[in-house]
């Protein structure tokens, strides 16, 4: 048995040389998940990218978008790929310069420190002059622009978050506004060893914590935490929460000596809670009006908040929606008028449920990576603003109080990600993925991504080549042997950018002239080389390391309590906020004067909500969450993934009254649509739904209809999302929330061509 490290777990497997002949959670993992069956099931399936192609359009006519999607694949040697690549490359950079190359490429990749295949592509572009980066994430965009001014940067929020064993030894009451997710906390960027989902939600339970999920879905919070489920219309949560702010400050609740002692603004805020600015209060009979959650509840869940030791947690999804600014902030000012940040199980926190590492102990030291190099180009865009960039070269826009230029790109390279997946409105992505003149990607799949690309090239997955790797927060630190050859002639990224690297004349540069192995032997000794006594009691030499089990990371010997310095001291341990305090009023942000995110928190009617003009054509609101069944939209075809389909289609669910008022079932076959795109589904009728939402979570492969692009027969919710930025702030991903309608889907069920290879000419 041999041991590999997967986003979503750990397992062992045991194989011919070929395939993974038997796979098995690691013995210690206390919650494994059953996604790990995903990757021996898709390693050979019909859909394995296993030689280069070249789109035929391409091929005969050169660089240039029309027919990108649409043409069929030539099947070329890895000779004529290189070839044909390596000069493409050196026209646009000779022609146009580096700036005109996207390299931005965002995706979660696969676990596995060396072979990270952005960090891989970044070190290629950059041998080659650089390249348009991008900034923040999908995951986390609003957060990462935002809580910067108002509390922390958000990667050390994450990482130093108060500890899950905190909340179960100390909280009283959790308030998970989005809930908190297991599905979404048995994954982590880089790998999760072991899964902690749900057992520190049984332990809270058993002392006596109470949980409360904010959420249109039930299953957001799992049934150990025995939660009471309040379920605003979506996309309200900033409502509910200005109104249980409202309670604590009219009835005295709020903790006045730590709002002065740690924070600036509250009067200006108050003054908005109050209605002295707008003439609105923000009571609970405002909210209720909004959230259709009784205000007498509203009233009550302030009173046992103040009553209690409370953690306000609010998810990621929360962010990744229209003004996601505000419900985020308002967590931060809920918890600070509650006056328990930093102390043990009190405060605030951003994604308990969001990822596994959040509330794990950070490790004290970090584990090797492989440097980028210096990128000499400084132009970038906010990850979410691609389709905007193709389309719109040489314009205009704000981000975070600037105002920046799109850059004209000619081409753009991905390596790891698939926007085809991630980015929201695909019809439009479709129409500005035209405007390149040549797109690359390396994928393992015939992803949406690779389909609509000019030259494609055949990557290994993770198993298939030698590794080490180690997630965010995460204490262990695994090598990762290559379980089996590759299939056909998928080859390493880092074998293809040598190539290509030497082609171009900075082969050295690129590979430093070293091998895979002498790659992970040399980072590994650099590493060791640098901990000292920092390090683990005795570190391995790489021989050991790579024969043995994995490593054990030191971490702290306390738990973490999030901001226990600042509260103990504020001026002392001020935060890296403008002020060195919480900011429940920004001046700066204020100074930006966007009328989409203003100086203090607020309610902002999103245009597409249950309460909206839009909502009397489509009356449902769509969630488009994390899925169940796999990371994003990575190895769709695996037999996990498959086996939560109905009728090969993506599963939607939808509470029985709005099922019944359509005159739809159980398991038939549905078509969900607006104005901007319609897809296939499968029907679940489920009364973990709320009512008024239907639930279709991401990461279906694309699979457009021939005669229309916006129709996707398989169920990718992103046909339907918007295309629009959480703010001019921080300009995030808002795919969590769109206005649809759903009805039966009549006729012969159009047959999928995703799961098939593209046709080849
Ligand atoms: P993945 O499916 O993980 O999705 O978007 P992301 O692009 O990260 O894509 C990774 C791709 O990399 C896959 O195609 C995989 O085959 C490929 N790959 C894996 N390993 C390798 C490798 O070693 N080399 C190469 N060359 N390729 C590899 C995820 C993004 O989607 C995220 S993070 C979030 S949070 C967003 N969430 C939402 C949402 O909530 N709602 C909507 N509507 N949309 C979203 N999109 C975002």
């Keep these: 048995m041999t041991l590999h490290l997967t986003h979503w777990g750990t397992f062992e497997a045991v194989s011919d040389g070929e395939r993974l002949t038997e796979v098995r959670p690691w013995r210690g993992d206390p919650e494994p998940v059953p996604l790990i069956d995903n990757v021996a099931s898709a390693q050979h399936h019909p859909t394995r990218i296993t030689q280069p192609h070249v789109r035929k359009g391409w091929l005969d006519h050169g660089p240039g978008g029309p ?11 890895w000779e004529t790929a290189l070839d044909l690549l390596s000069g493409e490359l050196r026209r646009v950079y000779r022609d146009h310069g580096a700036e005109a190359v996207y390299g931005g490429s965002y995706g979660w990749a696969s ?13 290629f572009l950059n041998c080659l002059g650089g390249y348009v980066r991008h900034v923040n994430t999908y995951s986390l965009g609003t957060s990462a622009v935002l809580l910067p001014y108002v ?30 997710s297991p599905k979404n906390a048995a994954v982590s960027p880089g790998g999760v060893s072991r899964h902690h989902a749900r057992g520190w939600m049984s332990a809270a339970r058993a002392r006596g914590c ?44 709020a903790d006045t000596g730590f709002l002065e002692r740690c924070t600036v ?56 929606a229209r003004y996601g600014e505000q419900p985020l902030w308002l967590g931060v000012v809920l918890a600070a008028m509650l006056g328990q940040i930093g102390l043990p199980g009190g405060g605030f926190g951003h994604g308990y449920g969001s990822t596994a590492h959040v509330g794990e102990p950070a490790p ?61 409105d695909l019809a439009r992505l479709r129409e500005a993925f035209t405007r390149p003149e040549t797109v690359v990607v390396h994928d393992q799949f015939w992803t949406a991504t690779a389909r609509h690309a000019d030259i494609v090239l055949p990557a290994t997955m993770s198993i298939e080549r030698d590794d080490f790797g180690s997630g965010q927060n995460d204490r262990m630190f695994f090598p990762m042997p290559a379980l089996t050859r590759p299939p056909g002639q998928a080859r ?45 009691a005795s570190i391995p030499g790489f021989a050991d390391f790579w024969s043995g089990e994995g490593i054990e990371l030191p971490v702290a010997s306390e738990p973490q309590v999030a901001f226990a310095d600042f509260r103990r001291d504020p001026d002392r341990h001020p935060l890296t906020t403008p002020t060195g305090k919480i900011e429940i009023f920004s001046s700066v942000i204020d100074g930006y004067r966007y009328p989409d995110c203003p100086g203090h928190p607020r309610w902002l009617e999103p245009e597409e909500w249950l309460g909206s003009v839009s909502a009397q054509r489509f009356g449902l609101q769509l969630v488009a969450n994390q899925p169940k069944s796999r990371l994003h939209s990575q190895l769709d075809v695996g037999a996990h993934s498959q086996s939560a389909k109905i009728a090969g289609r993506e599963a939607a669910r939808m509470h029985p009254s709005d099922a019944q008022a359509r005159g739809l079932r159980d398991g038939d076959l549905v078509r969900i649509f607006n104005d901007r795109g319609s897809c296939l589904a499968g029907l679940r009728v489920d009364d973990a739904v709320r009512p008024g939402v239907t639930q279709l979570s991401t990461g279906a492969w694309y699979d457009p209809d021939p005669a229309d692009p916006r129709f996707c027969r398989h169920g990718n919710p992103n046909v339907l999302t918007a295309d629009r930025p959480s703010s001019r702030l921080s300009q995030g991903c808002t795919g969590q929330l769109t206005l649809v309608e759903v009805e039966p889907y009549r006729g012969p069920a159009p047959e999928l061509s995703v799961t098939r290879p593209p046709a080849t000419a």
């Excluded at 500890?163 to 030894?169: D, L, N, T």
């Excluded at 959230?291 to 007498?296: E, K, S």
């Excluded at 981000?399 to 081409?411: A, F």
């Design 492 to 536: 390493d990224d880092y074998e293809i950018f040598a190539d290509l690297a030497e082609a171009l004349g900075a082969g050295k540069e690129f590979t430093e002239g070293r091998t895979v192995m002498e790659w992970l032997g040399h980072l590994y000794g650099e590493w060791r080389d640098s901990l000292g006594s920092r390090g683990p």
């Design 151 to 180: 509390i922390a940067d958000v990667n050390e929020l994450q990482a130093h978050a108060t500890a899950k064993s905190v909340i179960a030894e100390h909280s009283e009451l959790v308030v998970a506004f989005g809930g908190v």
């Design 111 to 123: 676990a596995g420190r060396f072979h990270h295949a952005q960090s891989q592509l970044h070190r």
């Design 210 to 253: 109470r949980f409360v999920s904010v959420s249109p879905l039930r299953d957001d919070t799992p049934a150990e935490a025995q939660a009471e489920w309040i379920a605003p219309r979506p996309g309200t949560d900033a409502a509910l929460m200005l109104a249980l702010a409202q309670v604590l400050d009219a009835e005295q609740l």
């Design 364 to 424: 004290l030291v970090g584990v090797p990576r492989l440097a980028q190099g210096r990128n000499a180009v400084a132009t970038f865009i906010p990850v979410a603003r691609i389709a905007d960039m193709l389309l719109n070269p040489g314009a205009g826009y704000d981000y975070d109080g600037q105002r920046l230029t799109y850059p004209d790109i000619r081409l753009v390279y991905w390596c790891g990600g698939n926007p085809f997946h991630h980015h929201q």
């Design 265 to 320: 603004g509250f009067p200006r805020f108050a003054r908005y809670l109050r209605g002295e600015s707008d003439g609105v209060v923000k009571d609970p009979a405002w909210a209720e009006d909004i959230t259709g959650v009784p205000a007498a509840r509203i009233r009550e869940l302030a009173h046992e908040m103040a009553a209690a030791r409370t953690m306000v947690t609010v998810s990621w999804s929360l962010q990744r």
């Design 67 to 77: 027919g990108r999607g649409d043409e069929p694949f030539v099947p070329v040697s």
